[in-house]
């Protein structure tokens, strides 16, 4: 029996085909050093752990609104918010299972078949495979090294727009090559979706992940609030990979489609899940900056590590580093 053929068009995340593997070479007594995953060896923060235990004995274990709980709508809806200096309301945020669906439902929401979305390559593999999955064109756009970091290729996003362009894929404290655009290439970005009337998925996974300095968002930008969708996840800052917990903070007219979605895929995140992520945003911080410095710590180790190796040259602010395209991963 045939399969349907959108299947082939469907991409992969080979982290989670390495992860599998892994898991196999552990359980039979070999030593893994896990470098495939986005995954941290540190525990959630017992605050929200104990959160979430409360709510499954406060019976929060049935149905609840396909777009989160409220409490949680109006926590992430004042924590966005607040640490991008814009005004969200509950109603602009669907909670989801973990960050990834925000990727999916954005391009169901917004590109029909046949209209061509630009998203980074290197990148985070998901962006070509949903964009191709859903009948679209995925159009890659590079980096290129600099003398502070990496750069987008401006000139090669400009010519890659078309009429039939729908939107760019813009993720900022970039995965994997680690860039943080300037104040004028997030402008220039901007620029060219109003421009050319782009939507924009921003994925800020990595928004609150840094050890220095303070993020900015594009949809911060005159004329980017209205046609931006920021992808939110708990999973890195709370350390919180295994809970699925995100979410889309996103105008009304996708918001509400988005949520509508979550209708016909999972129903709901699941609800018990979603105190945690309550008392993650208004509980105690003290974890997080922990885990931080914890990080950081960690980073300098390996940095130094690599340096110190013939041959490898680990990107800093004070050295450059070559980045070459990656092939995509199915
Ligand atoms: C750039 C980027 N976006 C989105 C995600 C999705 O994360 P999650 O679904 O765990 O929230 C990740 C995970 O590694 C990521 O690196």
């Not at 104990?50 to 709508?73: H, S, V, W």
């Amino acid at each position: 029996m045939a399969l349907a053929t959108r299947l082939e068009q469907l991409g992969t995340e080979t982290a989670f085909a390495v992860s599998l593997a892994a898991a196999e070479w552990g359980a039979k007594g070999n030593r893994i050093f896990p470098f495939h995953l986005g995954d941290l060896n540190i525990a959630t923060p017992k605050n929200v752990v104990e959160a979430m235990d409360k709510a499954i004995a406060d019976g929060k274990t049935g149905y609840c609104p396909a777009a989160g709980i409220p409490q949680l709508r109006e926590a992430l809806a004042d924590d966005v918010g607040s640490r991008r200096g814009l005004s969200f309301t509950p109603a602009n945020v669907v909670v989801q299972p973990g960050g990834k669906p925000v990727i999916t439902k954005f391009i169901q929401a917004v590109m029909n078949p046949g209209d061509e979305v630009l998203y980074p390559n290197p990148g985070y593999p998901i962006y070509e495979s949903q964009i191709e999955y859903f009948g679209g064109v995925a159009k890659a756009y590079r980096y290129l090294p600099s003398s502070t970091g990496f750069n987008i290729d401006l000139d090669q996003v400009k010519s890659l727009i078309t009429p039939k362009t729908k939107a760019i894929i813009y993720n900022d404290l970039q995965n994997p090559i680690g860039a943080e655009s300037t104040d004028a290439e997030r402008e220039a970005i901007a620029e060219l979706a109003i421009k050319h009337n782009l939507w924009v998925l921003s994925d800020e996974a990595y928004f609150e992940m840094r050890y220095s300095g303070k993020s900015k968002s594009i949809a911060q930008l005159p004329g980017m609030l209205e046609r931006t969708v920021i992808l939110y996840t708990f999973s890195k800052k709370f350390a919180m990979t295994g809970w699925r917990l995100g979410a889309a903070v996103a105008p009304l007219e996708i918001a509400t489609m988005i949520a509508k979605l979550n209708t016909n895929d999972e129903s709901c995140t699941t609800h018990f899940v979603q105190y945690g992520g309550v008392e993650a945003l208004r509980g105690d911080q003290s974890s997080v900056t922990t885990m931080l410095d914890t990080l950081r710590e960690r980073r300098d180790t390996a940095v130094n590590m690599l340096n110190a190796m013939p041959g490898v040259n680990v990107h800093s602010r004070r050295q450059r580093s070559i980045c070459s395209p990656k092939s995509r991963a199915r």
